[in-house]
């Protein structure tokens, strides 16, 4: 970000998980210490499956939840309450001019036409006929655009009126990064007053855990929180859930009266070919772009490890180098979700910095530690169990 | 002495390489003869069965052999265009691309061909489940990476060496445009002085065809594939789905010209605008495409008489070709009558993902060249939407500005103007 950027302020949280919805759940269940997943839907997989949420809430046309995927349903709702807790809900002359950029994935599988065909095809006497009849009678119309990565941005401008610019990025962790490194900068260059970014993540697919299984990185049969699942493989649970910021130039914010939940002091990534040590590396080089800004006495870190190695223990050797600060990954209790991650992390940042102090360890193998002190600022961590490295400092506006 | 900021006082961006592959062919020489001379790249779909299907032709790109599936073409596809737009730019070494990627690309799935592998593997011999699918998982290890959605761009940020982390997007049939709309902005921002905007699109597969098929969305005039895709006709019938890549190598002006680089042409100004309207349908009212298009032509500093030319959205889809005229008409008034506006996909089908940078690549080609491709197969014009489209045969013109539309589900509505190096 240049040095006369604008300030960046978030302005609305909206986060749905395992763990419920908004602020006080999340700070409530992480000041319990006790994560729980579920171990026996996807046996021998563990997910962390979304809380009970009454979509009508936020999305009251159930015409407009007929047409998602909970993919889709979990973001736009989550969305919502982003836009609510900014006080900008339903007002068309700020969501006329709002920028929206949304991490997904998408892909909803149809499960049980997936195994109509799987079991069918291989003994049908002309196969690729039958893939071909099957897919045209048995897919609903509608599941495209259930599917489709951009569509959650769609809904969400269907259902809320965000209708200034929609841009989706893909690409998993990195997704949810960048998309709040662009947001940031956009604002900062006076490209952009006002914006919503998050995504959302259903981690309660197969097809999914299949994705990643194809690496092993799946965690099986016994739950852990993430810096206990060994130095082999560990693994990660897939987790459902939803975040967006409403994130927005100071100068806007003053002028509608808006109150900062946090400011967005930098936020930076990269990309490196992932070699033995380079994960560490690239942190290094991303923390010397921010370090500066650092009071490491009343700062601590969120991490969006994910419990997969060897990218969670490179991150880990990273955290243990800067061990001043005390650390915190939210993944043992939410699970891995992917694009949304990094959003979830920065709006839980904003959480603990609203609180003032930091939530205690879960950890057994010692990387967490107790912190007593005031919290004034938080750096939230963000590696791809693949690839994309990135940080944010997020500070308390005094 | 030119500027070196534009009327608003930013950085200007030019463009300094270019690239294209299309079911034309490879290249961007290739490429051009092909579209100014009115031929079509449509044809009946071999590469798979299609039995039973309603729509049995595309704009496939069969050239490059037998894919393994999108994601592998795809990035085939956008690794040809990108290798040619750096290669003309000439900016920096092989392997060392200064600025960074942004990547427009189709959703990225695992396919039939790969499930059934894995089907095939679990033994399962009753009814496979994902259950049976997952127990065998660990023994395709190589899917993992390729199925990821920053699979494409990882491939090309590593082989190309561009900087920082690549941007996979999508915004849908307007993703190539958006991709070329960030790297402008990142200039401005003085981020960075180049980019490599890159839009990519290789989905022609059984499912990808059943999807829009089953959306009403594609032509069925499976009979005659090169007159299938027919924008602005009265009796044009859906789009006809296509592959290909469109690549651009974006410099702030000041950089190319400290370089001696040669300017092909000026990304003058990028329009976006929501619409919330529906899924994939337009607010009937035209409203958010005119509001794009205006503020594309309000970020050029432009009037809408500056405009030349419209490289169209134009689909052939009987909504899409109606809503654009009613945007362009509103926006550009009477003067729509005979503002020439062609559309590329009449020749190479819509390329999805692509088609936003391979059509602004076709539109810095229509400047550079002062010649316009025409729309091919309008045969029936429809009163309804009375337009200037380079029926059929490639005219010459003298252009300075055009602008280039591209619309998606999604309520997606992007704009660029482009125009010739500054005088």
């Known amino acids: ?398 | 002495m030119a500027s070196t900021k534009d009327k608003l006082g930013r950085p200007i961006v030019v463009v300094t390489g270019v690239g294209v592959v299309t079911s034309l062919g490879a290249g961007k020489a290739d490429n051009w003869k092909k579209l100014t001379s009115g031929e079509s790249g449509i044809h009946a779909i071999s590469r798979f069965p299609t039995d039973g299907l309603k729509t049995r032709i595309a704009g496939s790109v069969d050239f490059l052999g037998q894919p393994d599936c999108t994601a592998a073409l795809s990035e085939q596809l956008a690794d040809l265009a990108a290798e040619e737009a750096i290669g003309q730019s000439g900016l920096g070494r092989p392997g060392d691309f200064p600025g960074p990627l942004f990547l427009a690309v189709p959703p990225i799935e695992m396919e039939w061909s790969q499930r059934l592998e894995v089907g095939a593997r679990s033994g399962s011999n009753d009814k496979v489940t994902y259950a049976d699918l997952l127990r065998v998982s660990e023994q395709f290890p190589a899917y993992h990476g390729r199925f990821l959605f920053g699979s494409v761009a990882d491939h090309i940020a590593e082989k190309f060496g561009t900087r920082g982390s690549p941007i996979s997007l999508s915004t849908a049939c307007a993703s190539g445009a958006s991709a070329i709309q960030l790297g402008v902005e990142a200039i401005r921002r003085g981020d960075t002085d180049a980019a490599l905007c890159v839009g990519t699109d290789g989905s022609v597969n059984p499912e990808a065809v059943i999807r829009f098929s089953l959306l009403s969305a594609l032509s069925t005039s499976n009979d005659n594939p090169q007159k299938a895709a027919r924008p602005f006709s009265k009796n044009r019938d859906g789009f006809v789905m296509a592959e290909g890549a469109g690549a651009l190598v974006l410099e702030s002006y000041d950089a190319a010209k400290a370089r001696g680089a040669t300017i092909l042409g000026v990304v003058e100004g990028c329009g976006e605008k929501t619409d919330a309207f529906h899924r994939t349908r337009s607010s009937p009212d035209g409203k958010p495409i005119i509001a794009c298009i205006k503020n594309a032509l309000e970020d050029a500093g432009l009037a809408p008489e500056d405009i030349d030319y419209v490289n169209a959205h134009g689909t052939s889809t009987p909504e899409n070709d109606k809503m654009e005229y009613l945007g362009c008409s509103t926006v550009f008034g009477e003067r729509m009558g005979k503002l020439p506006i062609s559309s590329n996909k009449s020749m190479i089908g819509h390329t999805l993902s692509a088609a936003g940078a391979i059509e602004a690549v076709f539109t810095v080609l229509t400047l550079q060249n002062q010649l316009m491709p025409p729309t091919i197969n309008y045969d029936v014009p429809d009163p309804a939407i009375p337009l200037d489209v380079v029926p059929n045969k490639a005219r010459e013109a003298k252009l300075k500005h055009a602008i280039s539309n591209s619309f998606g589900f999604g309520g997606q509505n992007v704009s660029l103007v482009v125009g010739v190096e500054p005088a």
């Open chain 1, 1 to 398: 970000m240049a040095e006369n950027a604008r300030e960046a302020w978030i302005t609305g949280i909206g986060i749905v998980s395992c763990l419920g919805e908004g602020a006080d759940v999340h700070w409530q269940k992480f000041n319990e210490a006790k994560p729980t997943a579920d171990v026996t839907t996807f046996a021998p997989y563990i997910v962390h499956p979304l809380a009970p949420i009454n979509f009508d809430l936020q999305i009251p046309k159930k015409g407009d939840q007929r047409q998602m995927e909970n993919w889709q349903r979990i973001g736009t709702y989550a969305a919502g309450l982003a836009l609510d807790s900014a006080g900008v809900k339903g007002k068309t002359d700020v969501l006329s001019h709002m920028d929206m950029i949304v991490a997904a994935g998408g892909g909803e599988r149809d499960l049980s036409v997936d195994s109509t065909i799987l079991s069918g095809m291989p003994g049908a006497p002309n196969p690729p006929a039958f893939l071909n009849e099957r897919l045209m009678s048995d897919l609903r119309p509608t599941l495209f655009l259930a599917q489709l990565s951009n569509l959650l941005a769609g809904n969400i401008s269907i259902v809320h009126g965000v209708t200034s610019s929609s841009r989706t990025f893909m690409g998993e962790e990195s997704a949810g990064l960048d998309a709040v490194r662009i947001a940031v900068s956009r604002i900062g260059a006076g490209q952009s007053d006002i914006a919503l970014v998050g995504g959302a993540h259903n981690g309660e697919r197969p097809d999914l855990i299949m994705l990643y299984e194809f690496a092993g990185l799946s965690l099986k049969d016994k739950f852990a929180p993430v810096w206990e699942r060994g130095s082999g493989k560990g693994g990660f649970a897939l987790g459902s859930l939803g975040a967006f910021l409403v994130i927005e130039a100071r100068e806007h914010a003053e002028a509608r009266g808006a109150k900062p939940l946090a400011r967005i002091a930098s936020i930076v990534s990269d990309r490196r070919k992932r070699q033995p040590g380079n994960v560490t590396a690239s942190l290094e080089g991303l923390w010397d772009q921010v370090k500066d800004r650092i009071n490491p006495k009343s700062a601590a870190v969120i991490s969006g490890a994910t419990g997969a190695n060897p990218a969670t223990a490179e991150e880990r050797a990273f955290l243990e180098a800067h061990g001043e600060l005390a650390v915190r990954a939210t993944g043992s209790y939410l699970g891995h979700g992917l694009e949304p991650q990094f959003p979830m992390n920065l709006a839980l940042a904003t959480v603990v910095l609203q609180h003032g102090s930091l939530f205690p360890p879960c950890d057994a193998s010692g990387l967490e530690k107790p912190m007593s002190g005031a919290l004034n600022q938080v750096v939230v961590t963000g590696v791809g169990h693949w690839r994309g490295e990135g940080l944010a400092l997020v500070e308390k506006v005094v």
